[in-house]
């Protein structure tokens, strides 16, 4: 049995740690189920293996004294190691520590430097000669993914082949719950080479628009590529969304979200069946999209479909000019209009125009490669949850369970025991789901460097982060999608319930995973707490086509909820007008 909550050791050779970028995927902490034969379980493996596939390093590099080198848990929120990332930036010709900084901190405040960490080894010609090697292989001189495809089919495979929970004896159930590390830790592998190659294709885009004297053109060239995973159900959902303004259905809409799912599952309107048809086929396609999906506790679209209802809900009251379809095809004209001048620039440079052209399309390349590996291992993930909730509910009727959430309170090398005398864990599990739901309570430090503060010196999140901006006064962030943008703010801290937020308003938020992204489309900006260009808001907003800023530090404590403000994507500046 692991330590609970899941405190992992600190590596003294790479000391420095963030929940840059994986706070986006893990806002919660890990449950001990997930920890221990899920995510963390696999991620940590598959991670090494992408460094070493991308030639930075070989496997002896790595600190033998701690097991989880690159994404420990400290008082169970996950962390990415950043000292290893700098040094992928240190050995990939082209990169450095500070644009790695810049990719993952964007303009986060009290980041140690590189040089107060910076080790006698770093420097290694040798690794230096092979990642170049591997930068013009497999980052520029890539034409498509047919890895990544290949391990879309596998896994729909695995999902066209998922067999009838409700059928399966216990022990079958706790066998499917830890099968999975064969394509879980290749999948997260390739999830990771995709996205330090996307970070790589950013960069040196970023790199070219500056050397021709137009920075402010580096986000428009990577916005609007188009074939996103991630905008994915933005658009199934719009579709939706416009069926629904059908008025047998708007009826149905119209009672509430609670309980709507079992109305338009009971209602014999013709309207209304088609479109339970349709959403039907919707959550069939994105059963595990929901918040924190790569937790395997949490609730998904097709576990809860009320979320994404909620979300149909909203869309469903939005004009027909804000499809996403539409607003994807002016930032795509947007970006042939930068590349052309940028080419325009090169005209008489024929060698730094073939490599403009070759890392334009490596950065879009990368960027679709990102986002489609996270998607299919997010499906691999929702096939621990579902055996795992079957589990959860026997449990329930046999007395042993409070829940079905309580399940994932036992770690892996529990399962067995738990088959034999469930009611053994009954005090175990409500133990630590008591101390797991007070961890949502506390604010993780953002940085840990060397050592992990106690758990009892982390500030509560409903404290105060600074006094509230008055008409006139500003917050300063980084830009995640040019472009300007004024209207209400609305400050939600969770997607889990998106009627607050009407359709036109600017989304505030502390950080947003890829449940977010259908209310991009009602949102007129986006602005988060936390992020860089190369977050998921970022990334996203540049193919929905909406202003987005991101590290604008405490925003959604300091912009108050229902002011008028005015967002500007290219400045990075979030300015309050009117209280």
């Not at 082949?161 to 066998?175: I, K």
């Not at 409500?430 to 009892?456: G, I, N, Q, T, W």
């Not at 999140?461 to 509230?468: K, S, Y």
Request: charged letters at 25%; aromatic letters at 8%.
């Amino acid at each position: 049995m692991a330590e609970w909550p899941i405190n992992d050791t600190v590596s003294k050779v790479f000391p420095l740690y963030s929940r840059a970028n994986v706070g986006e995927i893990f806002p919660d902490p890990i449950s001990p189920l997930n920890a221990s034969a899920g995510f963390q379980h696999n991620l940590e493996p598959g991670w090494r293996d992408a460094f070493v596939a991308c030639r930075v390093w070989d496997h002896d590099l790595y600190d033998a004294t701690v097991d989880y080198n690159i994404l420990p848990a400290f008082g169970s929120y996950l962390y990415i190691n950043m000292s290893l990332m700098r040094l992928f930036g240190v050995r990939v010709p082209g990169m450095s520590p500070e644009a790695v900084d810049l990719q993952y901190f964007g303009d986060m405040p009290g980041i140690p430097s590189y040089e107060s960490e910076q080790r006698d080894f770093d420097e290694n010609p040798e690794f230096a000669e092979r990642a170049g090697a591997w930068l013009v292989e497999e980052v520029i001189g890539a034409t498509g993914l047919p890895e990544y495809d290949a391990d879309r089919r596998d896994v729909m495979r695995i999902r066209a082949d998922r067999p009838d929970m409700t059928a399966l004896t216990d022990q079958q159930l706790r066998e499917r719950i830890t099968s999975f590390d064969y394509i879980l830790r290749p999948l997260f592998q390739h999830h990771i080479e995709a996205s330090l190659k996307s970070g790589v294709g950013l960069g040196a885009v970023a790199q070219i628009a500056a050397a021709v004297g137009r920075p402010e053109l580096a986000l428009t060239l990577v916005g609007g590529i188009g074939d996103v995973d991630s905008t994915g159900p933005s658009k199934r959902m719009w579709t939706l969304s416009r069926t629904a303004q059908d008025p047998a259905v708007a009826a149905v809409f119209d009672e509430g979200v609670p309980g709507l799912y079992d109305r338009l599952s009971a209602s014999t309107d013709p309207a209304v069946a088609a479109f339970r048809a349709d959403l039907d086929a919707f959550l069939s396609d994105w059963d595990f999209r929901g918040p924190a999906e790569w937790e395997i506790r949490a609730q998904t679209w097709g576990v809860k479909p009320e979320l994404a209802l909620a979300t149909v809900d909203r869309m469903r009251q939005v004009g027909d000019d804000e499809a996403p379809e539409g607003k994807g095809a002016i930032r795509s004209e947007e970006r042939e209009a930068a590349a052309l001048v940028v080419r325009e620039l090169l005209a008489g440079d024929p060698e730094t125009s073939a490599q403009f052209e070759a890392t334009l399309a490596a950065a879009a390349l990368w960027l679709r490669g990102r986002e489609r590996a996270r998607t299919t291992a997010a499906m691999v993930i929702h096939e621990i949850r579902l055996p795992a909730r079957e589990l959860g509910r026997r449990g329930v009727e046999a007395g042993a369970l409070d829940s079905v959430e309580q399940i994932f309170m036992l770690f892996a090398d529990e399962l067995d025991a738990y088959l034999v005398d469930p009611t053994a864990f009954t005090d175990i599990v409500r133990e630590r789901e008591k101390s797991y739901s007070a961890l949502f309570d506390v604010k993780p430090p953002f940085v840990v460097s060397e050592e992990v503060p106690p758990l009892e010196s982390w500030s509560l999140r409903a404290g105060a982060a600074g006094a509230a901006l008055a008409a006139g006064e500003s917050v300063v962030g980084v830009s995640g999608c040019t472009g300007t943008a004024r209207g209400i703010a609305r400050v939600l801290t969770t997607p889990d319930d998106p009627s607050a937020l009407e359709p036109g308003e600017i989304l505030i938020a502390p950080i947003t995973d890829p449940s977010w992204t259908p209310l991009f489309v009602a949102a007129s900006a986006v602005v988060v707490d936390v992020g860089a260009p190369f977050s998921h808001a970022a990334i996203v907003s540049r193919e929905i086509g909406i202003p987005c800023i991101v590290s604008a530090t405490d925003a959604t404590k300091r912009i108050p909820n229902g002011a008028l403000i005015e967002v500007d994507g290219t400045t990075g500046v979030v300015t309050v007008l009117a209280i």
